[in-house]
């Protein structure tokens, strides 16, 4: 029988990385980096397609740096919002799933309730109008797609908050963290497990693929907190793991931690669409925050023994 062919744009991003490692047993995967593919330059996507020819076409390459953004706006732009909609249109020539992730962002964080799917994007910096544009271009195409909104992703490796955290922690007795912004903390590791979930249903011999089902489905971990609620769980965690002392945390507002991005305030995502579709409960933050923390410092323990 021959294996469904995956291609996974961005092999070494948080979500990349981890994606390769969850899909390997649904089909035989090709992940691709920057500079093999080069999303500001569109025919290097067309050839990477053409060249694979997958069944599955995964996106998880993105222009992630909300705030170098603002100054870089045509390069974020091209990347996050011209480059899904050719990714798009190669997928629907092929007939090809194309999953693709997106951002709480979007939104201008002024609801009081948590985000669905349905509610109308406002976004108040220039990566989230990026990854709207983003959204917006593969909906206009159509075809069989599935646009995953995530939040505050993390994991053991790449460039994130718990990893900034860590490493602050070792180098200074106090720590002012902004307390005003609620959201789910979501694992790198957790989104790819969800997806490749979601896949194995839709690639399974009786499975019927999407059938009318392509769209946005918000997908993070459960529960919420505040950046300072996740700084303080995941220091207090790992503090007796690497042998620091958790620094003085004090919870400040987001005025008083000027960035050149403005962020929303409510990041909430509701993920009951997902949870019906496709029977997909995700973690809480909580227990995804343990299972991250219990990855790295099993890395740590192995690199000391060597
Ligand atoms: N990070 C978050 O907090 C967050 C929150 C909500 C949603 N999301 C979304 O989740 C998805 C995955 O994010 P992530 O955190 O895994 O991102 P990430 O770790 O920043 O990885 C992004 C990947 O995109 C690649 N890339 C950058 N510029 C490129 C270009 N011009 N052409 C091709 N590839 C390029 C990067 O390559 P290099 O490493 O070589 O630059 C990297 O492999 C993205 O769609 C992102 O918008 C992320």
């Not at 090709?30 to 694979?52: G, K, N, Q």
């Not at 903390?185 to 399974?204: F, G, M, R, V």
């Not at 793991?241 to 990041?267: E, M, Q, W």
């Amino acid at each position: 029988m021959q294996k469904t062919r995956i291609l996974v744009f961005g092999r070494i991003g948080q979500v990349g990385w981890e994606l390769r490692h969850k899909l390997a047993c649904l089909g035989h995967v090709t992940a691709l980096e920057y500079p093999e593919i080069d999303f500001s330059m569109p025919d290097t996507i067309r050839a990477a397609v053409r060249a694979v020819q997958p069944a599955v076409l995964i996106n998880a390459a993105a222009y992630t740096a909300v705030d170098k953004a603002e100054s870089d706006p045509e390069l974020a732009m091209a990347i996050n919002g011209t480059a899904p909609g050719v990714i798009a249109e190669e997928a629907k020539r092929l007939g090809s799933l194309l999953v693709h992730y997106s951002t709480d962002y979007v939104f201008d964080g002024t609801k009081q309730q948590t985000y669905v799917e349905a509610d109308a994007p406002n976004p108040v910096n220039v990566y989230g109008r990026s990854k709207l544009a983003g959204d917006e271009a593969i909906q206009a195409v159509g075809g069989e797609f599935l646009i995953l909104r995530t939040s505050w992703v993390y994991g053991a490796r790449g460039s994130n908050f718990l990893l900034t955290m860590l490493r602050l922690a070792r180098e200074r007795t106090e720590l002012s963290i902004v307390d005003d912004q609620i959201g789910a903390p979501t694992s790198s590791e957790c989104i790819a497990q969800a997806t490749a979930d979601i896949l194995a249903q839709l690639l399974a011999p009786a499975g019927s693929g999407l059938c009318g089902r392509s769209g946005i489905y918000n997908l993070t971990n459960a529960g919420e907190t505040s950046w300072y609620g996740f700084a303080k769980a995941l220091l207090t965690l790992s503090a007796g793991t690497y042998g620091f002392k958790v620094p003085d945390l004090i919870p400040i507002d987001t005025c008083n931690y000027p960035r050149p991005a403005k962020r929303p305030a409510n990041s909430r995502l509701s993920c009951q669409r997902l949870a019906e579709t496709f029977g997909v409960i995700m973690p809480a933050w909580e227990d995804a925050l343990a299972l991250v923390l219990e990855t790295l410092a099993e890395g740590a323990s192995r690199e000391k023994s060597q």
